[in-house]
C-alpha cells in the first residue's frame, strides 16, 4: 500500500499520523503543514554523504507564534510524534534543514521573524527564530543604530538564533556567538514557557543585560541539545568602532604555524588583537581565486608541488592569518605597532593590509566577514571539486604551536589516503582554536562519496583517540561524537531528556541524545 | 500648585505606562499576527540572497539569460549540487514567482 506521505515518523502508524496532521492544521491552517513531495523538496537535500531517505522528513510546520508551538507540542505529545526544530534552516555542512531521523515533522520557524527589540544604548537585540542577520543588519542600518553584528560566513541566509544554538563561530570580536548570548524564551515539552536568567522575574528589564539570573544557569542546555524550542532570543551587538583595520599576514611553509600560533596568541589573550582571528591554509582561500582543474586532474588529493603553484599564481601564503584592530585611530595606531613587531622579528612574515590588498578577492570577503558585512563569496569553496558535497570537520585544539601542527599533520595524512584536500583553517578563540576543515567531495559521484563518509568518520576515530574532540558534527554523526565523549556524560544529557521530554518529542538524535 | 502637581503625576503615570510599553515588546500578546519580514520584490530577493553568489562569480550567471520560469523554481526549491534548496518558508511562491521574472528579464541591468 503506498502512503500518502514521503515517510513517517519512527514507530508511528499512518492512522495516528493522520489524525496529528489534522490536529496541526487546525492550529496552523492547511497552508502551513506542508506533506507533499514538492513541498517538502527544500528539507531533503543535505550536502552530506548519506542517502537522502536517511533524513527524509515526514512534515513540516510553519508556526508563528508561541500559542501555536504550546499547541504543536500537546499534539506531538498526545501522538508520539518527534519534531526537528530550525529557525533560518541554513545548517549547511551540519545537516541543512533536514531531520536528524527520517520521519521526523521539521518545525520550521522561519516565519516567525520578528526583531523585537534593539537597544542602541545597551548594544542589544531580542529576536525571534526566524530573523536572519541581513533582516538584522538591515534593520540596523535603517534605524541608523550604529552597532555591528557578528556572523558566520553565510551570513545573509542564516540567522542568529539557529547560529548560536549551534554553537557558531564568527569573526568580530564577537565572534564566540554563545558568549555573547543573553537571555532566552524557550517553550518546553510540556507546553510551558520558560525564559531564562533575569527573564524568568517578572517585569524585570535586565533579561539581555545580565546573563546569568539566580541559582543554575540554563541557557546552555538549550544549546546543541533537544530540552526545548527557542521562541525568543537576546545577544549583544558591537558598538561600531570609530576606526577599523582589517590585514593580512602570510606565510610560506606549513611548518610555520607554530610561529603564528605562539605569535598570535600572547595578541589574542591580552586583547591586543580582539576578534576571532582565521588561519587560512591556502587551500581554504584559494577557490576564491583558482579553479582546482587549471592545476591538477585525475583521482587523489592535490600535491603539495601543485599547492605551491597556486599560491605563487594568486599571491597566497600556506598559510593566510586574517585578523583586524578596532576603536579609535590612536588606540589603532599603537596596537599596529605592537602586531609588526611581534610579527616582524623572525623575517618570515608578510604583513597586507587594505593598501596592498584593496582590491584581492579573498582579503575583500575576509574583511567583510570582520566588520560583519553581509557577504557569501566563501561559497567559492564548493567549486573546488564541484559536485556539492561537504562536511564540516572540526575538532577543537589548544592555541599551542605544536598542537596546531600536529592537527593539521593528522589531518592532512587521513584526506590523503581517502583522495581528498586539506581545505582547512584555524579560528582562534583565545586559548582554544576551532581547526575547521571542510570535507568537499563530488556528491555526484557515489566513489567519492564513499570515500568522504569513510574518511570522515575515520578522522572522527583518530582524532578522539588523541584526545581531540569536536565541537560540532553533521546529523549523520552525532552518535559517533557523543560517544566520545564518554558515557558519563551522555548518561546525564539522557537524564536530562528523561526530565524535561518523557515522551522524546523534541529533536530525538540531537547531539545523541534521545 | 495642587494642579500642577496633579498633572505631573498624571505625566509620570503616562510616561510610566509608555516605558512599559516600549521595554516590555517582548510581552505583546502572542496571538496578534505575525507582522514579521515579508520581501517587497524580485529584486529586493535577487540582492540580498542571489546576487552575493551570482554576482561575484560564486555562481553562474543567471540575469538576462531568459531561463524559463519552471526552471528557476525547480533551482530554488531543490538546490542544485553546492547551491542550497530554500523553503517556501523563506520564500513564498508569490514571491519566487515575482524573482524568477526579475532574473528573466532581460533588459534591466543589475
Ligand atoms: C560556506 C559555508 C561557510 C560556513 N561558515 C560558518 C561559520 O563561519 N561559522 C559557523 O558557525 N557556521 C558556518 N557554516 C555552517 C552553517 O551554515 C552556519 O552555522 C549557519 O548559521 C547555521 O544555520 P542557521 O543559522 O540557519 O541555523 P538553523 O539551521 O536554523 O539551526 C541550526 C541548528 O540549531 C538547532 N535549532 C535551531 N533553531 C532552534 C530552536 N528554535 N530551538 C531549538 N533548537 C534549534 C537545530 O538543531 C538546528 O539544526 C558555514 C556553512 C557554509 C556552507
Known sequence: MTSKYIALPKGVSEKNFDAAISDFRRVLGDASVLTSAEQLAPYIKTMMPVPDADHTPSA????????????????????????????????????????????QVVLDLKRMNRILEVDKDLAFALVEPGVTYQQLYDYIKEHKLGLWLSMPAPSAIAGPVGNTLDRGVGYTPYGEHFLFACGMEVVLANGEV?????????????????????????????????????????????????????????????????????TIRPLRI?????????????????????????????????????????????????WNVYAA???????????????????????????????????????????KLMRGEMTLTEFSLYNWRKGGGSMWFAPVSQARGSETLKQMALTKQILAKYGLDY?????????????????LYDKTDPEQTKAAYQCFDELLTEFS??????????????????DTYGPVQRNIHKTLKKALDPNGILAPGKSGIR | MERIKSINVRWAFMLILIFFAISNAWSAPENEPNTGFAWKDGEEIYTKICAYCHEVQVGPQIRNRELPAAYIREIVRNGNRAMPAFRYAEIDDESLAKLSEFISQTQSKH
Open chain 1, 325 to 367: 584592530l578596532y576603536g579609535t585611530q590612536e588606540q589603532i595606531d599603537v596596537n599596529w605597532k605592537i602586531v609588526k613587531q611581534a610579527f616582524g622579528k623572525s623575517g618570515k612574515a608578510k604583513i597586507l593590509t587594505e593598501q596592498e590588498a584593496a582590491e584581492d578577492p579573498a582579503f575583500i570577503y575576509r574583511a
Open chain 1, 194 to 262: 520558560l525564559r531564562t536568567g533575569m527573564g524568568s522575574m517578572p517585569n524585570s528589564n535586565t533579561w539581555q543585560v545580565f546573563k546569568w539570573g539566580y541559582g543554575p544557569y540554563l541557557d546552555g542546555i538549550f544549546t546543541q541539545s533537544n530540552y526545548g524550542i527557542v521562541t525568543k532570543f537576546g545577544f549583544w551587538l558591537m558598538p561600531e568602532p570609530p576606526a577599523f583595520k582589517p590585514f593580512v599576514i602570510q606565510y610560506q611553509h606549513e611548518e610555520d604555524i607554530v610561529e603564528i600560533v605562539e
Open chain 1, 465 to 482: 583517540a588523541r584526545g581531540y574532540g569536536t565541537y560540532r558534527v553533521n546529523t549523520a554523526f552525532m552518535d559517533k561524537v557523543a
Open chain 1, 60 to 103: 513540516a510546520l510553519l508556526a508563528t507564534t508561541v500559542e501555536q508551538i504550546q499547541k504543536i507540542v500537546a499534539i506531538c505529545n498526545q501522538y508520539k510524534v518527534p519534531i526537528w526544530m530550525i529557525s533560518t534552516g541554513k545548517n549547511l555542512g551540519y545537516g541543512s534543514a533536514a531531520p536528524a531521523e527520517r520521519g
Open chain 1, 270 to 318: 591580552s586583547g591586543v588583537i580582539p576578534n576571532a582571528v582565521v588561519i587560512a591554509h591556502a587551500l581554504y582561500e584559494a577557490p576564491v581565486k583558482a579553479n582546482r582543474s587549471d592545476y591538477v586532474s585525475g583521482p587523489g588529493s592535490i600535491p603539495d608541488e601543485a599547492v605551491y603553484r597556486i599560491m605563487k599564481d594568486h599571491k597566497l601564503g600556506i
Open chain 1, 423 to 439: 581545505s582547512g583553517e584555524f579560528i582562534v578563540g583565545m586559548r582554544d582554536m576551532h581547526h575547521i576543515v571542510d570535507v
